[in-house]
């Protein structure tokens, strides 16, 4: 092995609207802007592997897990097709967003007119219950929701 990972630095997801994720991820979830870039010219280009690129970035990140990041990229030019990947599908990925109180939040985002994949549903993963959903931003993009447990089931002394 010549390298090895020793850092998580972000994670992306590709918009078609800026600010129609912006109001999802930042205004309705409670995530932060942090920075903004407009990225165009040969070197971003060439990073793309696609002639003409313009792109968006607006790097956000969630209160309580400072440097991990998330980047939304709105390809400005060229425009990139929508995405029919879904759960399962190879290729396919999601993100997991830790809540203090899943049914709450499950309920003022369904009040919101936020898609979910499902109801909400517990496991007992044998050193605790989680709880967890999956729902869509607005380009169909599938996320995750995910109680964080507060007391194992050893600590029910």
Same mark, same amino acid.
């Given at each position: 092995m010549i390298s090895s990972v020793? #850092?998580?630095?972000?994670v992306s997801v590709?918009? $078609? %609207?800026?600010? /129609?994720?912006? &109001?999802?991820?930042r205004d309705l979830l409670g995530m932060e802007e942090i920075e903004r870039?407009?990225?165009? @010219?040969?070197?971003?280009?060439?990073m793309a592997g696609k002639d003409d690129v313009v792109m968006? +970035?607006?790097r956000l990140e969630a209160p309580e897990t400072p440097g991990m990041?998330?980047?939304?990229?709105?390809?400005?030019?060229p425009k990139g097709k929508v995405s029919d990947g879904k759960l399962g %599908? *190879?290729?396919?990925?999601?993100?997991?967003? @830790?809540?203090?109180?899943? &049914?709450? &939040?499950? /309920?003022?985002?369904?009040?919101? @007119? *936020?898609?979910?994949? $499902?109801?909400? #549903?517990?496991? %007992?993963?044998?050193w605790a219950? #989680?709880? #967890? +959903?999956?729902?869509?931003d607005p380009d169909g993009y599938v996320l995750e929701l995910m109680q964080v447990p507060y007391e194992t089931k050893d600590d029910d002394n």
């Open positions: 020793n #850092v998580m630095d972000h590709t918009v $078609s %609207d800026m600010d /129609r994720s912006l &109001a999802f991820y870039h407009l990225l165009e @010219g040969e070197t971003i280009s060439k968006q +970035v607006v990041l998330l980047d939304l990229q709105e390809y400005v030019q %599908d *190879v290729g396919h990925s999601h993100i997991c967003f @830790g809540v203090p109180n899943l &049914a709450e &939040a499950y /309920r003022e985002l369904k009040e919101e @007119g *936020v898609t979910f994949v $499902s109801e909400p #549903v517990s496991f %007992d993963l044998g219950i #989680v709880h #967890v +959903v999956f729902f869509e």
